[in-house]
């Protein structure tokens, strides 16, 4: 049974770059949400997608983004990188079938921005 | 706005000590609760979950957790820890599908050191 997956494990960025990193949910899952943890920090919600489509947003900025494709997969993208964005970037999946309820996390990205 | 309380940052126990940590969630309505723990150098597993019924559930691990719906708690227990239980702890709550809350919002963790 796969587990949630992420890519690339580890990132380095200058600011003012963009980057993408990418979620394959677990399988059987078709609901992808995305944190941001940074270090010392539980994880904090920055969006949820389901049916290729945002559902939900925390508090972040517009320079963070996603999309989410057919087979469920979900890409996060954040633009015009800052100093603050270094954090762990982790992927959650559940299943709207199921009740959407529990979520299973990735093993998450690192990101640090130089 | 949702919050979740863990007020034990740091937590050092010798190996067959007993363990409670503490978390306290603030929401109006119908919760479910969650403990997640990420080992070092691995990903936030999920530990336990409550989301309704007998308010003491058990989880992987000999771990236990009680909700106590009068005092917005969910605190998690072990009766006896080992040093493979080194880990950091994080409580989270969301609420029920209908009410459109699928995020999880998650307290700030308890680092927990079981020394051998």
């Known amino acids: 049974d796969a587990g949630v997956t992420q890519s690339p494990t580890h990132l380095i960025k200058t600011r003012g770059q963009q980057v993408t990193l990418r979620c394959s949910p677990k399988?059987?899952?078709?609901?992808v949400s995305w944190y941001q943890q940074a270090l010392g920090q539980g994880p904090q919600f920055i969006f949820q997608y389901y049916e290729e489509e945002e559902r939900q947003r925390g508090n972040f900025p517009d320079r963070f983004s996603g999309h989410q494709f057919p087979n469920y997969s979900s890409e996060l993208n954040v633009n015009a990188l800052l100093l603050g964005d270094s954090a762990l970037y982790l992927c959650a999946s559940s299943s709207q079938l199921a009740g959407g309820q529990t979520q299973y996390f990735g093993p998450g990205t690192r990101l640090l921005v130089l | 706005a949702q919050s979740v309380s863990q007020h034990n940052h740091h937590v050092i126990l010798s190996e067959a000590a007993s363990l409670e940590l503490g978390c306290n969630y603030s929401?109006?309505?119908?919760?479910?609760l969650f403990w997640y723990v990420q080992y070092p150098g691995q990903h936030l597993q999920l530990l336990l979950k409550?989301?309704?019924?007998?308010?003491l559930v058990k989880g992987i691990k000999g771990f236990e957790a009680e909700f106590i719906k009068s005092k917005f708690s969910f605190n998690l227990r072990k009766p006896s820890v080992q040093w493979s239980d080194t880990a950091e702890y994080f409580c989270a709550v969301n609420a029920p599908r209908n009410t459109g809350f699928q995020k999880l919002v998650f307290g700030t963790g308890t680092r927990l050191l079981v020394s051998p």
């Open positions: 399988s059987g899952h078709d609901t």
């Open positions: 409550y989301f309704s019924g007998d308010p």
């Open positions: 929401y109006g309505g119908t919760v479910n």
